[in-house]
């Protein structure tokens, strides 16, 4: 038998009528080597021959059917043939089509490579918008008249068919791949469900009715698919209250924006519900109030309670949170917050006025709650109120509540930056009244509070660092002129003292200047300023003129009053501590008595209190260098320095600059004198120790302290303001790898799973005291030291392996949603930062050499081939989607991220299981859990495309909307990577 081509060898098998095995023999014979029956077309020349007529050709379509079960044709291609034939006036085609996608529209697969998983997603999406036309065309025929029931019948058979498509989850994933891949082809789907959307009510059969609007509704949701699970129904939220704590506590001054993208970050991930995620914000403020120590640390709370908080809330109303309006879940909230009458009542005690009251009017000032839902929460609270005598007390009466005086103190801010905005030189008279009015009382406090929570702080230290270097000129000026412009510098260098020391140096730090101009008083605090934790050098302070220095000592050894006329106060400042070492050394020596030096001390701090705050900063760093017995007449000094001068020829507000001026001593003392055991009574000083200073018990080792203090917030379930500056301070005194190997080391002794959560819960939220560095030794260090080392694999198992693969991977999402935004705070940057250069011999840039990491981990293998490293690998086995997306490996996140997710992918394709397998399955479920499927540009952009097909051979990873979550579908390789794994499933 002679044969031509395909289509003749259809011809001839049904003139001879060959039976279907029959004619596959004779096929492969006929057509024995080359191409591949789908490349031949065999499924369209089937159909085409089989539908020539008005009802299909049986004989031709049994050679089909064999086709498809015998695997001769691919299922994409006869969906593809299928899919071309448009008469739907043929009815009996039409119903033969129909019975012929029942054998595989509900089992679809593909075995073979990805352009033929991508060819089977492309076939089904043309195949459901065929049966969407064909439904619509029997809907359209559903008329009063003879055709009535067969068209009815008709419909049945398509909306059977569209139901077996689409009600399979296998099937929806492969149409949302389609979907990205043809846009234009799921644009003429989408016309096809809106034209049979509009004829649906002809159908008089509600049962069938109700079937195609299902349909309808699987078909719409596969644009939307995601692995969100249904949110948490815990009612307390650590992380939060301990994320607020730290805010306030630690990060006034940072930018609100940072705190609402951590804390929807938290949200995202826990899936708390949105009024309980505000009630527990709320819960942790007012707790935060209630413990604060009195003075600033108080004033600092109610500045962040009242006006950031209000501000974040207002910021956070941008953000889709819920279904519900924003509005309804702050009231539900409050609902909520009304019930714990117990802490309002303490909060209201503290405060002495109605909290809840004044909270409700702030946020109704700014929108976050109807003026008819604010006026209801006030009144159930006053009257809860009433049931609350101690509340109303007579003492309290006269005492401002400081909530009031902050909410007052919010403008007065913008007003005084306005007034200093105005020239100095035009009224500096008038100027300094408004600064002699701010250092009385708590007024400064106050003021600084409100500026730091409404993010106005640095603006206003700039304002005065203007202020200082002003008064630095001089003009012609007299006696008057004179003692006003002593008194602006003055005052402006307390209150940048005392700023600096409240709130940290960066607020005052401005960029450097273009020109080179030196400005005096950031120079001075950056040389001379001791701070908590800072090392200074006492050779700083003697790059001074000697013949200043010399003018300066006859100034101060004589008895007439230091004159003011033409004085270059910051040239003064700069010459006193080289003075003072010559009054230390002659003293030493006997050339001075101590009546003698008492008297320099008196002119030192008899005018300008500036100069007594130059020559203690001096004396702090020079006794640290000196020995035992060296230090008596150092401290001495001090002593001297910090007592109060009692005279009448003192310049105006000397009450009030002393008093600031002895708060800045007591802190700059705070560690010398704990050092030397030495006690200074400051006369107006706290009548406490300074507050969250010196934390540490001097003869406990620090790591019992951690273990302590870790345990005691477990147990009691939420992190205080006092145990967040303990772990600060652990954090600062022994290094980010220590202070994280031990925390983790405590998670996974915990054997029970609820401990383990809370625990993982806890311990995110104590790494947000720095989370860009515990990250990178979390996922560079520690995991890897785990998973590589088989002697370690039992400290993995469930529950704490699991609790761990949370933390790791919350710590993960919200590091690298932050790292590129904003800076380090000032107590971060104390720390040591990981040098990118650890990184690089850590894991090499390229696959040149074997990582560190791998090989450490093929050490553990039986066959050393099972676990090559990169360099032995096809360059496509580590191919990932950050590299697609030219990301930035120099970057130690982005660096330690890929290889994380390499040595994962290694752990994968190894022979040997056990728990640090298993570990791999959790930290990849809390990544899809964690994600949203539309979340691209995440942690998983570093994950090679080839762990695609390892993780799908996981029992709980092995879902297609798992497949969906972990591929980057933007990708033109992320959606054949996808549609393989699927398809394979």
Known sequence: MKVVNLRQAILQAWKERWTDYQWAINMKNLFPKGPT??????????????????????????????????????????????????????????????????????????????????????????????????????????????????????????????????????????????????PVSWANVEQAFVKLTEHCNKISNQQLRLKLDECIGLIKSISVITTQTEQNTKMEFPTVHALIILEGTLNLTSDTQSLVEQLIMVKRMQRIPSPLFLLEVWKACFIGLIESPEGTEELKWTAFTFLKIPQALLKLKKYPLGDKDFTDDVNTAFEFLLKLTPLLDKADQRCNCDCVSLLLQECGKLGLLSEDNMNNLVNKRTADRELAPQLKSAENASIQPNPGLILRAEPTVTNILKTMDADHSKSPEGLLGVLGHMLSGKSLDLLLAAAAATGKLKSFARKFVKLNEFAKNITMEGSKAASVRALLFDISFLMLCHVAQTYGSDVILSEPCASGEVVFFETWMLTCMPEEGKILNPEQGFRADPTKVESLMTHLNSSAEMKLVQVKWHEVCSCTPAAILEVLNAWEHGLLTLEAVQKITDNIKGKICSMAICAVAWLVAHVRMLGLEERE?????????????????????????????????????????????????????????????????????????????????????????????????????????WF????????????????????????????????????LVLLGHILPGLLTNSLKWQTLMDPPGRALAKLSVWCSLSSYSSHNKGQATAKQRKRHREDIEDYINLFPLDDSQPSKLLRLLSSNEEDPNILSSPGDRSMSSSLTASQLHNINMRDPLNRVLANLFLLISTILSSKVAGPHTQFVQWFMEECVECLDQGSRGSILQFMPFTMVSELVKLPGLSKPKTVLAITDLGLPLGRRVAAKAIAAL
């Open 37 to 182: 029956w789908d490349l031949l077309g065999l499924s369209d020349h089937l159909l085409e021959q089989a539908l020539v007529g008005p009802s299909p050709n049986p004989l031709i379509m049994s050679y089909l059917k064999y086709a498809i079960s015998s695997q001769m044709v691919s299922y994409a291609s006869v969906m593809s043939s299928i899919a071309k034939f448009e008469d739907y006036s043929r009815e009996l085609c039409v119903k033969a089509l129909l019975e012929l996608m029942d054998m595989f529209c509900d089992r679809l697969s593909c075995q073979g490579k990805a352009e033929e998983c991508i060819s089977l997603c492309r076939a089904l999406l043309s195949t459901l918008g065929w049966l969407l036309k064909c439904a619509a065309h029997f809907t359209e025929r559903l008329k009063e008249g003879p055709d009535a029931s067969s068209g009815e019948e008709q419909l049945q058979l398509c909306v059977n068919r569209i139901e077996k498509v689409v009600s399979r989850r296998k099937n929806r994933a492969l149409l949302h791949i389609a979907r990205l891949e043809e």
């Open 633 to 737: 007449k150092p401290l001495q000094m001090i002593f001297q320095l910090v007592t109060p001068l009692y005279a009448e020829n003192t310049l105006q507000f000397y009450n009030e600059r002393v008093a600031i001026m002895n708060l800045i001593l007591e802190q700059m003392c705070a560690d010398v004198l704990q050092q030397t055991a030495t006690s200074i009574m400051f006369p107006t000083a706290n009548l406490g120790p300074i507050p969250y200073r010196n934390l540490l018990p001097v003869k406990k080792p620090i790591k019992e302290v951690l273990i302590t203090n870790f345990n005691n917030v477990l147990n009691k379930g939420w992190v205080d303001s006092r145990s967040i500056h303990v772990f600060e301070a652990l954090l600062h005194m022994g290094g980010v790898y």
């Open 740 to 775: 994280c190997n031990n925390l983790v080391k405590e998670l996974l002794k915990e054997t029970r799973k609820e401990h383990c959560y809370k625990a993982v819960e806890l311990l995110h939220s104590v790494f947000c005291l720095d989370m860009q560095q515990i990250t």
